[in-house]
């Protein structure tokens, strides 16, 4: 069975850092694309950053982009989403998710992934 457990998440203050990890069992995420996710309440759910199974390619938010970094320990089999500059507007529930042919051109899109993990809360205070 597949599954997907992230924590790492937490209260912080607006300029501060968190970084979010993403533990993966009953595969690998060599034959994966993956992605990290968002949802703030009354939003939809909404691309953070993402590697694609096209030859790992990252893509990021622009809301995202030169302040969230997507890296992967394959040793671990752990994805890591590190914060930083962080924005009251950042606070939702992030999500990690894979799935074995996801596109760099469709990996923001969450329907493309099958497999979810359920969540960690980041609330970004002003």
């Known amino acids: 069975e597949e599954m997907l457990v992230e924590s790492g998440g937490g209260l912080v203050q607006a300029g501060g850092s968190l970084r979010l990890s993403c533990a993966a069992s009953g595969f690998t995420f060599d034959d994966y694309a993956v992605g990290w996710f968002r949802q703030a309440p009354g939003k939809e759910r909404e691309g953070v950053s993402c590697i694609s199974s096209d030859n790992g390619r990252i893509v990021y938010a622009d809301s995202t982009k030169g302040r969230f970094t997507i890296s992967i320990d394959r040793a671990k089999n752990t994805v890591y989403l590190q914060m930083t500059s962080l924005e009251p507007e950042d606070t939702a529930v992030y999500y990690c998710?894979?799935?074995?042919?996801?596109?760099?051109?469709?990996?923001?899109?969450?329907?493309?992934?099958?497999?979810w993990g359920q969540g960690t809360q980041v609330t970004v205070s002003s």
């Open positions: 998710a894979a799935d074995r042919l996801v596109l760099s051109d469709d990996c923001q899109e969450a329907d493309f992934f099958g497999s």
